[in-house]
C-alpha cells in the first residue's frame, strides 16, 4: 500500500554501513543484508524512494555496491527501478577500513523516527547510532 493515499509524508535520509571483505560475495552478502534490515525497520516502500547512494572504501574493489543490490538476492523491496548511485570514500587518516555506507532519499510518514543501519563492524562508525539498534 502506497503511503501517498493514507497520510502526510515527508521526504527523509536514511544511513548505514556495513563492514565486509573485498569479495564480491562479502560485498553482496553485505549490502543486502543492510539494506533488507534498514527497509524493514524504517518501513520503505519501493515506490517511495528517490534514490540509494553509496559510497566504499577505495580497498573494496571487487565489486559496485549498487550493483551488488542489483544482483545480491532479496533485499526485501524491488529495487529494480531505483536510481543507485555509488562513489568512493575520500581517505581519511584513521578512518576505517572495508566499509560500505548507504543514504537512502525517501518518502515516509511524517512523523516518522528513522532508524539508520549500522552493521557489520559498520557500528564504529556511528556508535551513538548503534546502540539504538
Known amino acids: 500500500m502506497n503511503l501517498f493515499f493514507n497520510q502526510k509524508l515527508r521526504l527523509f535520509g536514511i544511513r548505514g554501513a ?42 573494496l574493489t571487487a565489486m559496485n555496491p549498487a550493483a551488488a543490490l542489483r544482483q545480491g538476492g532479496d533485499c526485501g523491496i524491488d529495487v529494480s527501478s531505483v536510481p543507485l548511485f555509488c562513489s568512493q570514500e575520500p581517505e581519511i587518516e584513521g578512518s576505517p577500513e572495508k566499509m560500505i555506507r548507504i543514504l537512502v532519499t525517501a518518502y515516509l510518514a511524517s512523523n516518522s523516527k528513522v532508524k539508520p543501519v549500522y552493521i557489520n563492524g559498520g557500528e564504529k562508525l556511528r556508535p551513538d547510532f548503534a546502540k539504538k539498534n
Not at 46 to 57: A, C, D, G, K, L
Open 18 to 59: 556495513t563492514g565486509c571483505e573485498n569479495t564480491k560475495e562479502s560485498i553482496a552478502k553485505n549490502v543486502v543484508e543492510m539494506c533488507s534490515k534498514l527497509f524493514s525497520e524504517n518501513k520503505v516502500l519501493p515506490e517511495n524512494i528517490v534514490s540509494i547512494q553509496f559510497t566504499s572504501t577505495n580497498d
